[in-house]
């Protein structure tokens, strides 16, 4: 069965504590990417890996930490730098037709702030 | 800065009737456009994409792209209680990277 799976579906993190979300994917995708959602907010993207052993920063990826050392996974780490963390976060995968990237979404993470 | 726009809703429309959600983008140079469905608490889910000006079909759904006015839309044809979900609209600007800009998403609620 083909997929994006993310764990945990909910996760609580206490202040000053490092807390890593996962991310796998057997699709096959080159590119992964990792979104966060804020309520009425449109989706921001955090960090993007187009290959293994290499990612570039987003828009807000300060707080946040990731790596890509297997095609199939890339987990986002929200580091206790990040002041503001309680949101949905979305990680993604992406395959090339030819005359661009289709972005698949998981299930998504709903990080609360205890 | 790059931008993709969408009236917020929420768009309210009986059950068996025409939906029609838009979307404007303001950098001329990208390239290709996507209709994401979210139902509340879920994630977002690919219905449609489009790359060339004109009108793409499947099933309900229509996505209409007029790159000159920098406009998309997404029509959905008899809609069904079961629509009602925000919907997303978001623009690749190019590049090899493959990232996407999206709006904030219209609301849209079918009333049976």
């Known amino acids: 069965d083909g997929g994006i799976t993310q764990s945990p579906k909910y996760l609580f993190r206490k202040e000053g504590q490092n807390v890593t979300l996962s991310c796998e994917q057997n699709?096959?995708?080159?590119?992964m990417y990792w979104y966060r959602q804020d309520p009425g907010q449109g989706l921001r993207l955090i960090y993007y890996?187009?290959?293994?052993?290499?990612?570039q920063k987003g828009d807000i990826a300060e707080g946040y930490s990731v790596s890509r050392e297997k095609k199939e996974s890339f987990p986002l780490t929200v580091t206790s730098a990040q002041k503001n963390p309680t949101a949905f976060y979305l990680c993604?995968?992406?395959?090339?037709?030819?005359?661009?990237?289709?972005?698949?979404f998981g299930p998504g993470t709903r990080l609360l702030v205890l | 800065q790059k931008e993709v726009e969408q009236n917020s809703g929420p768009l309210s429309v009986p059950e068996g009737a025409i939906a029609s959600l838009n979307c404007t983008y303001s950098?001329?140079?990208?390239?290709?456009f996507f209709w994401y469905r979210q139902y509340s608490g879920k994630s977002p889910e690919l219905i449609m994409f489009?790359?060339?000006?004109g009108d793409k079909e499947d099933g309900r759904f229509t996505a209409q792209l007029n790159k000159a006015s920098q406009y998309v839309s997404l029509l959905i044809r008899d809609s069904q209680p079961s629509d009602s979900a925000t919907y997303l609209c978001?623009?690749?600007?190019?590049?090899?990277?493959?990232?996407?800009?999206f709006g904030k998403g219209t609301k849209l609620s079918v009333k049976p």
């Open positions: 993604a995968s992406s395959i090339y037709s030819g005359v661009g990237e289709t972005q698949y």
């Open positions: 699709l096959n995708h080159d590119a």
């Open positions: 890996s187009q290959i293994v052993n290499d990612f």
């Open positions: 950098d001329r140079g990208s390239q290709s």
């Open positions: 489009i790359y060339s000006n």
């Open positions: 978001a623009v690749n600007y190019g590049g090899s990277q493959g990232n996407l800009i």
